[in-house]
């Protein structure tokens, strides 16, 4: 039986209202000014991974319109941030919306054929759309996980079909920065609607499955207004079968869009439910899946979408969003700041410092230090340390302070089960800082921009989310 047998979510804590936008109600997900698609994922996939065996992944996919890199293998920084076997298989999909469902495809064949048991699919989107457009007002970021492998499914794989489609409806060339998009009528009627309905209608006929056997439609949403149509003309009741497209609360997070409304759809499914997902673009992905026992082992033990929905914090005005955008060019600083980079070659030799936190566990006297050190700053002893991963671990805040030119918290903060550790605070006001602040850590991107061309990410401590 192979299927899902693990998932999980993760949307910005930030939100900014669609009142910015002058365009009624609602809010959407905004990835903060030091997050992009590979934090987003690395969120999403130490979701996903929460008390599983990370030893037993063989693979590890990431699926993205958005990689902070065009030249560089981001699942490959994941698998080194979740601390996986070196032998672990890492590949990226990119350049369609349909990458998080085509990855998808591909790990259900891989472990179907049993050249692995277990493989990690990533998907994650922080697209730009032009400042005053209706796409500015439904792109929103996220990213989304699930873990596919062949035993204590709690979803099976029931049935699958995909079309491709050659059409200029939405797309970004190499040379844009924002999405464009053709006239709304012949996107929808020519494209959206006619792919998606060819796509779910083969699937279900192929599977012997009418409409009302479904209990949820997952659909890859552009528009709240479309997918209703496209449920209807499928034969589905939208209030009751459709899954809720999370438009006026998150956005559409392009490639993670489908991922995350079908981890959405598990948290609230039952046993022996059927569950249809299609994705969109330049065609369609539609799987069909069974909801099976194991689903309820996982309810609550995810932050997955629910969670972060509850947990979150508004932008304070358009123009912020902006300035995290980099839309808009803020002055340089009136005192120069001396900021001394890691260089390529550091950041290889101190990679697992820097990328899955190990720190060192004394063997004479069991204290936890971090940085690795040769001598335990306790008993003195000398090279008898073992290596042990420290960001899984939630701390409290020892003590802070603010720096007024980079306009950053910085704090110390003590690991639970020992250790502490030195970073940058984020995703909080600095009003709200106070000793003994409950914290978790989240793997950030640092200063944007750098001189020689390399973006520097470590983690961050933010306020524990619910």
């Not at 400042?131 to 596919?148: H, K, N």
């Not at 998606?196 to 499955?209: C, I």
């Not at 980079?406 to 550790?421: A, F, H, K």
């Amino acid at each position: 039986m192979v299927g899902i047998t693990s998932y999980g979510a993760y949307i910005p804590k930030w939100r900014l209202s669609l009142e910015a936008f002058s365009r009624g109600k609602g809010e959407k997900a905004v990835a903060g000014r030091d997050e992009d698609s590979l934090t987003m994922g690395v969120a999403a996939a130490l979701d996903c991974l929460n008390g599983m065996d990370r030893n037993s992944v063989d693979a590890v996919f990431f699926a993205s319109t958005t990689s902070p890199f065009k030249e560089k293998s981001v699942s490959a920084t994941i698998a080194t941030v979740l601390d996986l076997r070196r032998d672990v298989l890492t590949a990226d999909f990119a350049n369609s919306l349909r990458a998080g469902t085509t990855a998808l495809k591909v790990a259900i064949d891989m472990v179907k054929a049993g050249s692995a048991r277990n493989v990690l699919v990533v998907a994650a989107d922080c697209r730009l759309a032009a400042p005053g457009t209706v796409l500015e007002q439904t792109f929103g970021d996220g990213a989304a996980a699930l873990l596919v492998g062949g035993n204590g499914t709690i979803a099976e794989i029931g049935g699958y079909h995909t079309v491709f489609d050659e059409i200029y409806d939405v797309w970004r060339r190499d040379v844009d920065l924002y999405v464009q998009v053709w006239e709304d009528r012949f996107v929808y009627t020519r494209g959206y609607l006619r792919v998606m309905r060819e796509a779910t209608s083969k699937l279900m006929e192929e599977a012997g499955v009418n409409p009302q056997g479904l209990t949820k439609a997952v659909f890859y949403t552009p528009d709240v207004r479309r997918v209703v149509e496209l449920a209807k003309g499928l034969g589905l009741d939208p209030k009751a079968q459709l899954q809720d497209p999370l438009i006026g609360t998150v956005g559409n997070t392009g490639t993670a869009h489908a991922l995350m409304l079908f981890v959405a759809a598990l948290e609230e499914a039952n046993p022996g439910d059927k569950l249809i997902m299609a994705s969109y673009g330049n065609g369609c992905d539609a799987f069909l899946f069974e909801v099976g026992e194991a689903v309820a082992k996982l309810r609550g033990q995810r932050r997955a979408v629910k969670a972060h929905l509850q947990s979150k914090r508004m932008v304070p005005d358009y123009v912020t969003y902006l300035r995290w955008r980099e839309l808009v060019k803020m002055p340089e600083p009136r005192v120069p700041m001396a900021v001394s980079y890691p260089s390529a070659v550091a950041i290889w030799r101190e990679r697992n410092r820097i990328f899955p936190l190990h720190g060192v566990k004394c063997q004479v006297c069991g204290t936890i230090q971090y940085p690795p050190q040769r001598v335990c700053v306790k008993c003195g002893s000398k090279d008898s340390f073992e290596e042990v991963r420290l960001y899984d671990r939630r701390g409290k805040l020892f003590s802070y302070s603010y720096d007024f030119l980079r306009g950053t918290p910085i704090g110390l903060v003590n690991l639970e089960g020992g250790g502490r550790i030195f970073c940058e605070l984020t995703d909080v006001d600095v009003k709200e800082l106070k000793v003994d602040m409950p914290v978790e850590l989240s793997f950030r991107r640092l200063d944007l921009w750098r001189s020689d061309g390399i973006y520097g990410y470590f983690w961050k401590a933010i306020p524990v989310r619910a």
